[in-house]
C-alpha cells in the first residue's frame, strides 16, 4: 500500500499495532519493512545463467543474473500457467520461461510470447523490483511505488579494507533478532565465553536514544581495557552497526553491520558484513564453518548437546550461542508472558518505535522519514546525540 493510501482500520485493534512477528505482504509488520531496501541474497550464491527461486518475507521470488552479470528480482511464478521462472533462461537482460517460452525484461514487461499476438504480449507483466549489489550482497526493494535512495554505509570502504559478507539462518521470527540487538546484557550470559575472554567483565548500564536513523544504544562500562563502552547503532528498520573489540586469538577490531530479515514467520536470515578496517583484501565471501552452525543449533535445541561442549575456537560460536537463545523463546516469542526490567529499555524503545509506525501506516499517515546521515557515524560522535528525537 503506498504512503498517503488509506485503508479500513476498523477491525485493527491495539494487539495489531504491536504484531511484529507476522510479516506477509497483508500485515502491518510485512508493509513496514518493505518500505526499505532490503538483502536479499549473497552476491556468489547468484551464478550467471543459473536463477534461483529464493524466499523472503514470506514469499518468493526470482533471482537472476543477466548476461551481462547484473542481478535481477522478478516475481516466483509465470503468469501465463504458474510455473517456476527460477526454471528458465537467460537472454541478454530477460529471463524467458521454461514452459512455453514467455519472455519478461527486469523491469517486468513481457517482451516476447511465441505462441500469441502482440497485442496479447502487451497485456501482460509481472512485478520486476529494483535491485542492486552492494558489498557482497543483492539487496531489493519490494514496496509500493518508487525505491527510496539506497543507504550507503560510508564506514566501510572496499579499496581500502577488507570485507567479508555472509548470510545464515535463525529458526525463529527476525524480531526476536532486532530485539536482541538492543540487548547489551546479554553479552555477558550467552557470549561469556568470549567476552570473559577479552576482559569485558561489567554488566553494562543501558542508555538508548531514538535519532534521524533509528536507535542509538550505549552500554556503559568502566573503561578499563577492554571493558569498554559499547555503542551500537540500528537502522530503522532491521539492520545494526556495531564494533566488536578484539581478543587474544583475534586482535583486531571489526566492524559489523547485519540486516535481519524474515524468511517466514517462523524463520529469518542474518546478512552479515564485516569489516576489517585497512588490509585492503577487498570484498570476499566469509568461510563456512565446519560443522554448519545450524548442526549445532538443532543438536543443543534438542538437548543432544550443550552450548559449552562447542570447542571455544569453534569461528561461529557466537552464531549458535544467539540462536539458541532466540530459538530457545520460541519460534514466535508468547510477550504477553514477559516480566521486561530496566535494561530492557532498548526492546521497550525498539517495540514502541514499530508500534508508532505501524499504527502510521494503518491509519495511512506518512511515516517518519527515516534517514542515515551521509557522514561515517564513527567519526560522528556527540552529534549523534544532538539529533535524539529529531
Ligand atoms: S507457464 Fe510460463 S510460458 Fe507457460
Ligand atoms: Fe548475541
Known amino acids: 500500500m503506498p504512503d498517503g493510501s488509506t485503508t479500513s482500520n476498523s477491525s485493527l485493534g491495539d494487539q495489531d499495532f504491536r504484531d511484529f512477528a507476522h510479516i506477509g505482504p497483508d500485515k502491518l509488520a510485512g508493509r513496514f519493512l518493505r518500505k526499505f531496501w532490503q538483502p536479499v541474497l549473497p552476491g556468489d550464491e547468484l551464478l ?31 503468469p501465463h ?22 519472455m519478461f525484461s527486469p523491469d517486468g514487461k513481457c517482451v516476447d510470447m511465441p505462441a500469441e499476438n502482440d497485442a496479447f504480449r502487451d497485456k501482460v507483466t509481472i512485478h520486476g523490483y529494483p535491485t542492486r549489489e552492494y558489498l557482497g550482497l543483492i539487496f531489493a526493494y519490494f514496496g509500493e511505488g518508487d525505491a527510496p535512495e539506497f543507504p550507503l554505509y560510508p564506514e566501510v570502504d572496499p ?165 539458541v537463545a532466540l530459538a530457545g523463546q520460541g519460534a514466535i516469542v508468547d510477550r504477553s508472558k514477559e516480566r521486561l526490567g530496566q535494561s530492557d529499555k532498548g526492546v521497550i524503545l525498539m517495540r514502541k518505535l514499530w508500534e508508532r509506525e505501524m499504527r502510521a501506516i494503518a491509519e495511512g499517515r506518512p511515516i517518519k522519514a527515516w534517514r542515515r546521515p551521509v557522514e561515517d557515524l564513527l567519526e560522528y560522535g556527540s552529534r549523534e546525540v544532538e539529533l535524539a528525537g529529531s
Request: aromatic share 10%; glycine share 10%.
Open 81 to 102: 500457467r504458474q510455473t517456476m521462472l527460477s526454471l528458465g533462461w537467460i537472454e541478454g537482460d530477460c529471463i524467458r520461461c521454461f514452459y512455453h517460452g514467455w
Open 159 to 323: 579499496e581500502k579494507d577488507t570485507v567479508f559478507y555472509t548470510k545464515h539462518p535463525v529458526p525463529c521470527n527476525f524480531f526476536q533478532r532486532i530485539e536482541n540487538d538492543l540487548d547489551e546484557v546479554h553479552l555477558n550470559f550467552v557470549h561469556q565465553v568470549g567476552t570473559h575472554e577479552i576482559g569485558m567483565v561489567d554488566i553494562p548500564e543501558i542508555s538508548v536514544v531514538e535519532t534521524e536513523y533509528g536507535i542509538l544504544r550505549k552500554g556503559r562500562r568502566s573503561g578499563e581495557g577492554n571493558n569498554v563502552d559499547r555503542t551500537g547503532r540500528i537502522f530503522m528498520p532491521n539492520t545494526m552497526m556495531v564494533i566488536t573489540p578484539g581478543s587474544a586469538r583475534r586482535p583486531e577490531w571489526m566492524l559489523h553491520l547485519a540486516w535481519r530479515v524474515p524468511v517466514t514467520d517462523e524463520l529469518m536470515a542474518s546478512f552479515i558484513v564485516t569489516t576489517r578496517k585497512g588490509g585492503g583484501g577487498g570484498i570476499q565471501p566469509r568461510a563456512h564453518s565446519d560443522p554448519d552452525p545450524m548442526y549445532y543449533t538443532e543438536e543443543i535445541l534438542a538437548g543432544r548437546m550443550r552450548v559449552q561442549d562447542i570447542d571455544p575456537d569453534y569461528p561461529s560460536l557466537f552464531n549458535v550461542q544467539d540462536n
Open 48 to 78: 550467471s545463467g543459473t536463477p534461483k527461486r529464493i524466499q523472503l518475507l514470506g514469499e518468493y521470488f526470482t533471482a537472476y543474473r543477466g548476461e551481462d552479470g547484473v542481478a535481477h528480482i522478478v516475481e516466483d511464478r509465470c
